[in-house]
T-cell receptor, first 112, second 113 residues
Framework: DAGVTQSPTHLIKTRGQHVTLRCSPISGHKSVSWYQQVLGQGPQFIFQ???????GRGNFPDRFSARQFPNYSSELNVNALLLGDSALYLC???????????FGSGTRLTVV | GESVGLHLPTLSVQEGDNSIINCAYSNSASDYFIWYKQESGKGPQFIIDIRSNMDKRQGQRVTVLLNKTVKHLSLQIAATQPGDSAVYFCAENNDNQGGKLIFGQGTELSVKP
């Protein structure tokens, strides 16, 4: 069985640009969450989607947005990139929004 | 504010010894806790979870203990192996937070052969 897949695996962007990160959940999982992990720290919650609706949002600026598609895959969009947005972006999926999250390997974003 | 923290940022053990990784949480409403293992270049890998109606849960070579009185969580790894070397995170959740997991800073476990 395929796990949570994220693309791309690595990405380099310039300040001010826009980026779109993609996530495919485990088959049958309807809940997808996004996390940002800065080097040396634990993941920080960005968004959660369940059944294509936003269920939660972390303390991130409006430059961050996301959506979930009918097939339950998801995109995370970040506009007007800043150097501080450089991080590992993790996607996690679950059958239920409250438990059992499985993480993907992440997208390493570097903003220069 | 809410936080989940770890007592020790690094832990070094000999192969074959038992390891204990500790975690403190501050939100008494938290009712679901998870331990994750993260190897370099990879996403967090689920190890074991526990709900607040339990104080102990065992898996293969791992045991999680929950002490709600002092809001403390620990992960015990038996017969630690070199492949156990990684950063370990505890995370907490509760019904009021939906699917938002709050992670601690992490403990780096180093296993010496």
């Amino acid at each position: 069985d395929a796990g949570v897949t994220q693309s791309p695996t690595h990405l380099i962007k310039t300040r001010g640009q826009h980026v779109t990160l993609r996530c495919s959940p485990i088959s049958g999982h309807k809940s997808v969450s996004w996390y940002q992990q800065v080097l040396g720290q634990g993941p920080q919650f960005i968004f959660q989607y369940y059944e294509k609706e936003e269920r939660g949002r972390g303390n991130f600026p409006d430059r961050f947005s996301a959506r979930q598609f009918p097939n339950y895959s998801s995109e995370l969009n970040v506009n007007a990139l800043l150097l501080g947005d450089s991080a590992l972006y993790l996607c996690a999926s679950s059958l239920d929004p409250m438990e059992g999250y499985t993480f993907g390997s992440g997208t390493r974003l570097t903003v220069v | 504010g809410e936080s989940v923290g770890l007592h020790l940022p690094t832990l070094s053990v000999q192969e074959g010894d038992n390891s204990i990784i500790n975690c403190a949480y501050s939100n008494s409403a938290s009712d679901y806790f998870i331990w994750y293992k993260q190897e370099s270049g990879k996403g967090p890998q689920f190890i074991i979870d526990i709900r607040s109606n339990m104080d102990k849960r065992q898996g293969q070579r791992v045991t999680v203990l929950l002490n709600k009185t002092v809001k403390h969580l620990s992960l015990q790894i038996a017969a630690t192996q070199p492949g156990d070397s990684a950063v370990y995170f505890c995370a907490e959740n509760n019904d009021n937070q939906g699917g938002k997991l709050i992670f601690g800073q992490g403990t780096e476990l180093s296993v010496k052969p």
